[in-house]
């Protein structure tokens, strides 16, 4: 038997969200809408399907590929948008060319739908006749089977058009299976997604629940998620794959955080929907919302608030950048600050000579830049941007790191950028947040290296540098260079760590 899957509504009802979302791509409890029935029927062992697509049919496709990942064959047909919902089905129909002589199974995946095609395929089969209908609360998630042999079904199609109107003559011809007891929503705005995601985590919808592990009563994560079972302080919670939410980050009532997400330290989030690669800062508080990146949308209200400060909502992630490489303007001004620096050196000398112990006044470490010729040992992507460097053997920040001018120097450092990382570091970083600071370049000093103590948490660190990389401007790094040449006067430069 094959499937033919209606994934082709239109997305304007789901506006802001529709700019980047199909209705079907929509995450609920970090699977996209379309999974939930593309599982289930296969499941049912249902592994040929034919997809019909329309707005954002790329990313679709992208998603379900060419079915190897659930173990089926998938192809894909267009439907034609339009003002009035989109193309009927039993316009679609003729362009497929699907046949008489095996049984199919239509239905829309761009819904969410209780667990009922196996059951309906079940009781189908102790009924006559060439068409049996599977008749939901909502004529748009009925399931229509169609057995070898089967006439002209286009009138009967039209009943899961989006916006048409039911085929009733069609629908009273059939046999029929009562599926209205099935749980059901439509998703039709964004209060009704914000509420689907909500009755999923508390399970209100029967037969479906969030995947993943439980960390506590109430509290489930996706693989890699970091979040501390006293962050849930009431109600239910779904932290999505690889999204890290801070030990003291507050969430209350029944809040849904999809896949690479961030939670700052002190956020609180109330009742709210948080969509992938979105970003929450430090001490931001939000109730009753769905977030987009930088968009926040009020359920309860309507209104729809675009951030412009990125440490309060932000994207993470992006598409992949190369490293900067060195420019010219960089190495003169790494000259210049070498020349200023050079009072500095018998400084650093004398104060290595001290704690070292003589066990040698330079220490070596090998960084990852912004250039630089492969190292022997060094593995990963990161190989052609190892460089090796010195510490001057001091406890004293501003001294020890004296040697780095001579990397902006040569080029491998910026003067402003993200804090250089060992490879070992490098590596060792395993979600995609972490990466989003591989979108700047590397430097000697930075938000993170001015800011951050030098034993703040890796996780802080990387967070601190995402920061930058995603807002960074040239008036921005002036700005960072000049609090560097005013931090040489602080005494926080010169304490010993």
Known sequence: MRALVFADRPAADLAPLAAQYAPALLPVADRALVQFRLEELIDAGITELIFVLAEHADKLEALLGAGERWGGRFRFALSRSGRHGGEAPSAVWPRLALGEDEPLLALRADLLAGPCIADFLDQAQGLPGSVVLGAAADPRASLVLLRA???????LLDLLHWHGGPADAAAAAAQTVDLRATALSLIESVAEYHRANRDLVAGRLAGLAAGGREVALGLTAGRRAAVAPRSLKQGQAYVGENSRVSADAELLGEVVIARDVVVDRGATIIDSVILPHSYIGELVELSNAVVAHDVLIRVDTGAVLKVADAFLLGRLGGEATQPEGPRLADRILGALLLLLSLPL?????????????????LRGETLIGNRGPALPGVAGGDRERAFASRRFATSIPVLATLPRILAVVSGDLR????????????????????????????????PTQLTLPPDAPFDERLMSDAFYAGKRSALGDLRWLWAGLLGLFSRRAWQRA
């Open 415 to 446: 003067p402003v950028g993200v804090a250089p990382l060992t490879p070992q570091q490098a590596e060792s970083r395993t979600e995609d947040w972490q990466r989003v600071r591989d979108q700047a370049p590397v430097g000697l000093i930075g």
């Open 345 to 361: 050196w018998p400084i650093a000398l004398a104060a290595a000579a001290l704690e070292s112990g003589g066990r040698g006044l």
């Open 149 to 155: 042999g089967h006439p002209d079904p286009s009138p």
